[in-house]
C-alpha cells in the first residue's frame, strides 16, 4: 500500500504564478485534510474534506482552493502565489473526523 | 480557540537518558489528545493518543497521560535510542478542529 501519495515533492515558483498540488490515498479514507508547516508554528490546517463532495476552510484558507475530485484526490491550488505561501504542504487522509489521520510525505513549495 | 503548548527546543539527551517533552492545552471541550513523530524529509506519524481523561497512550516505549485537571500530556520515555531522534507534534482534537503544537526537535548522541 501507498498510503498517502503527494506530487510534486518539491517547486520553486514566482510571484504570481499558479499551481495545483496533488494528493490521492488508496486506504479508501472518506476525510482528507491539507495542511501547512512553518519552522515554529507546527501545522495548521488549510482546508478540509470529511466526505466525497464535501470541503471547509480550516484555520489559514486565504489564497487557497481545494477540489475533492473523488474518494481518492483532494488538490490544493493556488492561483496566485505570494512569498508568505513559501511552505512545506502535507496532505493527510483519515477514515472518520475522529479517526487517525495518515500523513503524507509532504511538498516544500518556495515561493519567490 | 483551542492550543497547544509544548516545550521548545531542541532537546539534546544522550542514549539510554530519561525523556520529559512537556505539553499542555487549552480547549473548551473535551478534546482526544496525540503525539505525532516526524523523522527527516517523512510525514506525520501518530505515536499514541488518549481521548479521555487520565488515559494512558503508550507505543514504542513511550507514554502519556492525559490530566484534565493540568490540562497536559507529557510524553516520556525512560530510555531513548539514536533512533528516536525526531521532531515531535503535539496536537489535540476536538470534533473536525485539529490543533498542532509548535514540535519539538530530540536529537539522541551515542
Known amino acids: 500500500n501507498a498510503g498517502v501519495t503527494q506530487t510534486p515533492k518539491f517547486q520553486v515558483l514566482k510571484t504570481g504564478q499558479s499551481m495545483t498540488l496533488q494528493c490521492a490515498q488508496d486506504?479508501?479514507?472518506?476525510?482528507m485534510y491539507w495542511y501547512r508547516q512553518d519552522p515554529g508554528m507546527g501545522l495548521r490546517l488549510i482546508y478540509y474534506?470529511?466526505?466525497?463532495?464535501?470541503?471547509d476552510k480550516g484555520e489559514v484558507p486565504n489564497g487557497y482552493n481545494v477540489s475533492r475530485l473523488n474518494k481518492r484526490e483532494f488538490s490544493l491550488r493556488l492561483e496566485s502565489a505570494a512569498p508568505s505561501q513559501t511552505s512545506v504542504y502535507f496532505c493527510?487522509?483519515?477514515?472518520?473526523?475522529?479517526?487517525?489521520?495518515?500523513f503524507g510525505p509532504g511538498t516544500r513549495l518556495t515561493v519567490l | 480557540g483551542d492550543s497547544v503548548t509544548q516545550m521548545e527546543g531542541p532537546v539534546t539527551l544522550s542514549e539510554e537518558a530519561f525523556l520529559t517533552i512537556n505539553c499542555t492545552y487549552t480547549?473548551?471541550?473535551?478534546?482526544?489528545l496525540f503525539w505525532y513523530v516526524q523523522y527527516p524529509g517523512e510525514g506525520l506519524q501518530l505515536l499514541l493518543k488518549?481521548?479521555?481523561?487520565?488515559d494512558k497512550g503508550s507505543n514504542k516505549g513511550f507514554e502519556a497521560t492525559y490530566r484534565k485537571e493540568t490540562t497536559s500530556f507529557h510524553l516520556e520515555k525512560g530510555s531513548v535510542q539514536v533512533s528516536d531522534s525526531a521532531v515531535y507534534f503535539c496536537?489535540?482534537?476536538?470534533?473536525?478542529?485539529?490543533?498542532f503544537g509548535a514540535g519539538t526537535r530530540l536529537t539522541v548522541k551515542p
Open positions: 493527510a487522509s483519515s477514515a472518520g473526523q475522529i479517526n487517525e489521520q495518515f
Open positions: 486506504m479508501n479514507h472518506n476525510s
Open positions: 474534506s470529511a466526505s466525497e463532495g464535501t470541503t
Open positions: 480547549a473548551t471541550g473535551y478534546p482526544s
Open positions: 488518549a481521548t479521555k481523561a487520565d
Open positions: 496536537a489535540l482534537r476536538y470534533n473536525n478542529d485539529m490543533r
